[in-house]
């Protein structure tokens, strides 16, 4: 590519660039092989914040379409257009579960998470729960699977919440405290490590 003909990144330009195709819905981005035109001076911070030049973005229509193509390569996340991809900051995960809702009970439970940018997913197979510990502080946090590679860190009101739904169970020998969904059990904590 010739510096003529080379694109510049910009928050506008990729705005419009979505716009353009007319896609109803999530855009297929993984179908989209553009060229990597560069890093954005784009972050998402840990609360679900979109910044762009150091700036909070404050229209959430346009934090929607940017989070609607959002694609994890690797350990890189990156905002794809059929003509574009750039490389932005995620300092944790791109998305926070704001609220979860529950049907049934026991094995039968299903959560539904959602979004600060209005997805929805049913943890189960698809859409696993898993929770890091921090090495120093033993801070849990928890995590379910949105979309293709794209984690939401569940806030801390709905994690608190979700220990309210959970139950014991025995997996490979040993017992855990976690929750169960669509079928599926996802480990919390060991039930040893719960304090009387």
């Known amino acids: 590519m010739s510096a003529q003909d080379r694109v510049i990144p910009s928050a506008d330009g ?9 896609t109803k819905g999530l855009p297929p981005v993984h179908l989209w092989e553009p060229p990597f035109c560069g890093d954005l001076d784009m972050r998402i911070a840990r609360d679900g914040t979109w910044f762009y030049l150091g700036t909070p973005i404050g229209r959430p229509g346009l934090v929607k379409l940017f989070s609607s193509i959002l694609r994890k390569d690797g350990d890189k996340y990156y905002l794809v257009t059929p003509v574009e991809k750039v490389g932005i900051t995620v300092d944790d995960a791109p998305f926070v579960a704001t609220d979860f809702e529950v ?18 997913a049913v943890a189960g197979p698809d ?3 898993r929770v890091e510990r921090d090495a120093e502080t033993g801070e849990p946090s928890p995590y379910v699977l949105i979309r ?9 009101k709905s994690f608190y919440r979700l220990v309210d739904c959970g139950a014991h169970h025995v997996v490979d020998g040993t017992s855990w405290f976690g929750v169960w969904s669509a079928g599926q059990f996802f480990p919390v904590i060991p039930s040893r490590d719960l304090p009387d």
């Open 148 to 156: 293709a590679n794209l984690e939401a860190l569940i806030d801390r």
């Open 127 to 129: 859409h696993p729960i």
């Open 14 to 22: 990729i705005a419009a660039s979505v716009r353009a195709t007319g």
């Open 103 to 120: 049907s049934g009970e026991g094995e039968d439970q299903v959560l539904t998470f959602h979004t600060h940018v209005d997805d929805t």
